[in-house]
């Protein structure tokens, strides 16, 4: 639905498409930089992310473990501080990096930079206790990290964005991250400041479909570094991450404007997503005592590109007229998901280091090299983005997950039960946190997997009953019965994964099964549904919210990868947030491995119709595959753009 007024007969729908009339080459390549918008752009409600006046942001937070744990302390906010996870060091506040500390340092070299080095190891679940705490010696052999505080940390920044920025859509978009669509609230105000545009003159010569006026001068001063048009970045700066950063420590100042450069109606808008930006952003400071910054441009990939250009507790604008010479200096394998093979190829077909240097490849040719969905990779070095944003707050997480690598293996029935408490207390108090906004959450079934190595897991699970009150005790208990039958009448393993979930959560209704009825012994009908489950139980129910376990496997990035099984039509999907720590390549090979394991899964279930063993172990994935029978289907070749992705 574009508009409730009637189409335009002018070029509406090849906006972003960069066919406009008096294109230069920069739009040519770019896109349509400079749109005519027309009253009725101005006017219309709904252009989604085709608006010309579209304004997103992305506000990430400065540092952000690291400032959950200075608010936490109390501490002064000179004081160099580190979040250390087991050896490694995973957050790194300002103060901290005067002294050359980064992420990757181990932690002797990082006292060595800074003696008064406040250090401070991330709270875990201590064996036996219902809560994670803070503890004086820690060892991943007998504790489990938590990272529940900043995850709720994380959930009070989203809600005072929503609570601030009425009318925009808030995403979060990792535990530390929040797109903000501002499209709405600031086309409302170009109508209150401007409202002389609230009809078209009585004299505009194609009504509606007339351009608007020229637009008033902007003052970009305290709104923000707006990039320049004319200059490329700076040569001190540097790309992160897929992001430029740069290497000012005056964040927030405003760039020498390009005077030549006429400014659009989208600068008017930006500028106000950039008053709106300011303001939200002050007030998180303020009052929860978090500092962020943020990307402010036409799109989610612009925006997130934007936003580590001034950091930390910088506001970055990138203007449409800036858009090529930001983009086409940067080293495009820098850019999220053109790492890895994929970008390797890129480099290595044509020879080609920055964006710059594949812009003259057509949309033809890379098709053809590259297959029909090569269309992204040529749009995205367009800085062309047509995702939308979208709140995913109000909409239930289905499942839950807490999840333990061990270094130290579980070789018999007793550790087993050990790490299961572990588990549930993690799953209790994320549920009790999910039930203080929703008291009657009812997560239906409880799902145990344990696996060693990298090889597929053992999974099994069960009704879980609904109670008001889910302790510890009570998921503990569900969760050794799991782990009884997961184990059969074997004495040794050797399991270096395990991992509790809930899934299936659901507002529970009225004459719901009770605690009591489960305790009774399971029917066969149970025992039956209970058997055998492959790793991907949580694709039936939606998105995992991920584990706030170890091996960095925390938190939230919302893009699904996701493939349907053409045999049972399941779709399976794979929370890529697990792979931010991760390049593309590795979340390529992660959702194979999934698609491998739910096919040695119908394999398996073809075969087998008892409980799986727990030893001897399955060969691995890869391995199997190759032993697979005749019988059984051969994947198809990948072709194009698929063939990069690994399927180990
Ligand atoms: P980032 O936003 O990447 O980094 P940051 O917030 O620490 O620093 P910056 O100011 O540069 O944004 O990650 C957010 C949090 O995620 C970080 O504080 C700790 C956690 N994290 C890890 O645990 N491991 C990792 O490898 C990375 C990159 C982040
Ligand atoms: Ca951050
Ligand atoms: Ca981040």
């Known amino acids: 639905m574009e508009t409730s007024l009637p189409d335009s007969p002018t070029k509406t729908g090849s906006l972003w498409k960069g066919k406009a009339k008096d294109v230069t080459s920069a739009q040519d390549e770019f896109g349509d930089l400079n749109p005519i918008i027309t009253y009725r752009h101005l006017l219309s409600q709904n252009l989604g992310v085709r608006d010309p006046l579209r304004v997103v942001a992305l506000c990430d937070s400065d540092a952000f473990y690291a400032a959950c744990e200075m608010v936490r302390l109390g501490v002064d906010k000179d004081t160099p501080l580190v979040v250390l996870q087991w050896d490694s060091i995973i957050a790194v506040n300002y103060p901290a990096r005067k002294y050359g500390i980064s992420r990757m340092d181990k932690k002797m070299d990082a006292l060595k930079r800074c003696p008064h080095l406040k250090i401070v190891h991330v709270a875990t679940y201590r064996e036996g206790e219902t809560e994670p705490g803070y503890w004086d010696e820690v060892d991943t052999n007998t504790h489990k990290v938590s990272l529940d505080y900043y995850r709720r940390e994380s959930l009070k920044i989203a809600a005072m964005f929503r609570e601030m920025l009425p009318g925009c859509e808030v995403e979060k978009a990792s535990i530390d991250e929040a797109f903000i669509d501002f499209t709405k609230p600031v086309r409302e105000i170009i109508l209150q400041r401007y409202p002389h545009l609230a009809q078209p003159p009585p004299d505009a010569p194609f009504g509606v479909e007339t351009a608007l006026p020229p637009p008033p001068p902007i003052v970009w001063d305290g709104k923000g570094a707006v990039i320049p048009v004319n200059s490329p970045p700076s040569e001190d700066s540097s790309i992160t991450d897929g992001q430029i950063s740069s290497s000012s420590d005056e964040p927030g100042r405003a760039e020498p404007l390009d ?86 190829a890129f480099a290595e077909e044509y020879d080609a280091a920055t964006v710059g240097d594949l812009l003259s490849i057509t949309l033809d040719e890379m098709q053809t090299k590259f297959g029909e969905s090569s269309i992204w990779v040529y749009e995205i070095l367009r800085g ?29 029935v007793q550790e087993g039960y050990r790490w299961i408490r572990v588990l549930a207390a993690e799953l209790a108090l994320r549920l009790n946190d999910a039930r203080n906004m929703s008291p009657n959450l009812w997560p239906k079934t409880l799902v145990l997997h344990a696996r060693k190595g990298y090889e597929s897991s053992r999974s099994k699970q069960a009704p879980f009953p609904y109670t008001r009150e889910v302790t510890v005790d009570i998921i ?57 489950t492959d790793f991907n139980t949580q694709a039936e129910v939606g998105q995992p919210e991920s584990s706030a376990g170890d ?63 727990i030893r001897p172990i399955q060969p691995s994935a890869s391995t199997s595959h190759k032993k697979t029978p005749k019988t059984k289907k051969r994947r198809k070749d990948p072709v194009g753009i698929e063939r990069f992705f690994d399927r180990k």
Request: net charge positive; aromatic share 6%.
């Open 476 to 532: 503990a208990a569900a969760g050794d019965k799991l782990w009884k039958e997961l184990v059969g009448t074997s004495t040794q393993m050797n399991v270096t994964n395990v991992q509790l979930s809930f899934t299936g959560i659901d507002f529970a209704e009225a004459g719901q099964k009770t605690i009591e009825g489960f305790f009774k012994p399971t029917s066969k009908r149970q025992r039956d549904s209970a058997e055998l």
């Open 259 to 344: 005077k030549d450069v006429v400014s659009t109606w989208h600068d008017v808008a930006l500028s106000i997503g950039a008053e709106l930006m300011t303001n939200a952003r002050d007030a998180v400071h303020t009052t929860l005592g978090y500092s962020t910054s943020a990307g402010i441009a036409r799109n989610k990939f612009l925006a997130k590109l934007t936003a580590s250009y001034r950091k930390p507790n910088g506001q970055s604008i990138l203007r449409n007229a800036s858009i090529p010479n930001y983009l086409r200096p940067m080293p495009f394998q820098k850019i999220r998901f053109l790492g890895g093979k994929l970008g390797r």
């Open 384 to 412: 062309l983005d047509r995702s939308e944003v979208k709140d995913k707050g109000s909409t239930l997480n289905k499942s839950m997950l807490a999840s333990k690598n061990l270094p130290k293996p579980i070789t018999n």
């Open 551 to 613: 091996a960095k496997e925390d938190s939230a990035t919302d893009i699904i990868v996701s493939h349907t099984c053409t045999r049972c039509k399941k779709t399976l999907s794979l929370n890529l947030e697990l792979s931010r720590f991760k390049d593309s390549e590795e979340q390529k090979t992660a959702i194979a491995a999934l698609i491998m394991e739910h096919d040695d899964w119908h394999f398996a279930q073809d075969l087998v119709r008892e409980e799986i063993p």
